[in-house]
């Protein structure tokens, strides 16, 4: 092999030029590699693309069609294309309601996607399951509600939320019974999700549920909770938040409660509330009289103009701004009156928020 080193160069020269070739050639095989790389991963992302048009195009036409979607042709499907295939069914699946709902189920059974989720629910990864679970929820597959059931409860709060939801699709009573009461415990569960699911059971299932869990709960699970109660049936509403303002003195909760006041009911302790020692309470409690207040709970809200947080008395002249039966001559003759300078300012700039000089 000496020839292959034979240089009129001394070795150390010899060496670094050996060492630059090994270099270039190195960086071609790697150019060359990248570049072959790049073409694959085009023309994968090109093949992709196509496969996903057209099965949208195949979706459009099941959710419109009962026909199409039991008669027309559908392309293969490779195994590569399973997920892609099973996440883009899905996103169709949630933007549709009615008679659309059962036809991508019927498209869904001739494609074999029934079968897909079920193989990735028994894989480990916690993505995999996530999808199998989302598909099973729409598809309304109870064969699994009771494998579902169980992944409620799973310390994954995405794995979770999302048998939670897969659950109320499947049934929705079940699902309701099963899950309100766990919404306390899984803070975890994004707020956003837990509307999302309550919904879809619909108030008349969640309401008997949701009161429950909001009447048995301590003060602080009662303020996260009342956070959903908007999505009860507004009778039972009234009656909790009517239950809550009677029977609590926890300024969170009272204040909680107070914002949910329709004014289809009377509000109870109106002018101890008016006095309470929390001064979040007294503003609460000025806001509501300016939604549902009579004549006779104008006094409470003169009394609060005075109040020693701010807050209070701008809320408390908001709502006198706000009552139907005062009108502009009323509204000024009550600032003259009033003997607190701080009651007449905090008046005038409510005056001046609606125009009134």
């Given amino acids: 092999m000496d020839w292959l080193f034979h240089s009129e160069f001394d070795t150390a020269v010899t060496v670094a030029l050996w060492s630059i070739a090994v270099v270039s050639v190195t960086t071609i095989v790697l150019f060359a590699y990248t570049m072959g790389l790049r073409i694959v991963t085009l023309v994968q992302a090109r093949r992709r693309q196509r496969f996903l048009t057209s099965w949208r195009d195949i979706f459009v036409l099941a959710m419109l069609s009962r026909k199409d979607a039991a008669e027309q042709t559908l392309p293969p499907v490779r195994r590569g294309d399973h997920t892609d295939l099973l996440e883009e069914w899905n996103r169709a699946r949630s933007i549709v309601s009615g008679s659309a709902v059962e036809n ?78 766990l919404i306390e415990q899984r803070r975890d569960w994004p707020v956003n999700r837990v509307s999302i699911l309550l919904r879809l059971a619909g108030s008349e299932r969640v309401s008997e549920p949701l009161y429950r869990a909001i009447r048995s709960a301590e003060n602080e699970g009662r303020i996260y909770l009342l956070k959903f109660a908007r999505l009860m049936e507004p009778e039972v509403l009234d009656a909790l938040v009517g239950d809550l303002v009677s029977s609590s003195n926890d300024p969170g909760v009272l204040n909680a409660a107070l914002k949910l006041v329709s004014g289809y009911r009377g509000v109870p302790r109106l002018a101890w509330l008016t006095r309470h020692e929390t001064w979040y309470v007294r503003m609460q409690a000025a806001k509501v009289i300016g939604r549902v207040g009579q004549e006779e709970h104008l006094a409470l809200l003169e009394s609060l103009l005075d109040d020693p947080e701010w807050w209070v008395r701008y809320r408390a002249a908001q709502s006198i701004v706000s009552l139907p039966f005062l009108g502009p001559n009323q509204l000024r003759k009550l600032q003259k009156k009033q003997s607190d300078r701080f009651a007449a300012d905090i008046l005038q700039q409510a005056f001046a928020e609606v125009g009134l000089a």
């Fill in 104 to 181: 991508l189920i019927e498209l869904a059974r001739r494609t074999g996607i029934p079968d897909l989720a079920l193989r990735l629910f028994r894989k480990h990864s916690v993505r995999s399951r996530i999808l199998a679970v989302q598909t099973v929820g729409h598809l309304r597959d109870s064969a699994h509600r009771g494998e579902v059931r169980q992944l409620v409860e799973h310390e994954n709060t995405a794995l979770s939320i999302t048998a939670a939801v897969a659950l109320v699709e499947i049934d929705p009573d079940y699902g309701a019974s099963v899950v309100v009461p």
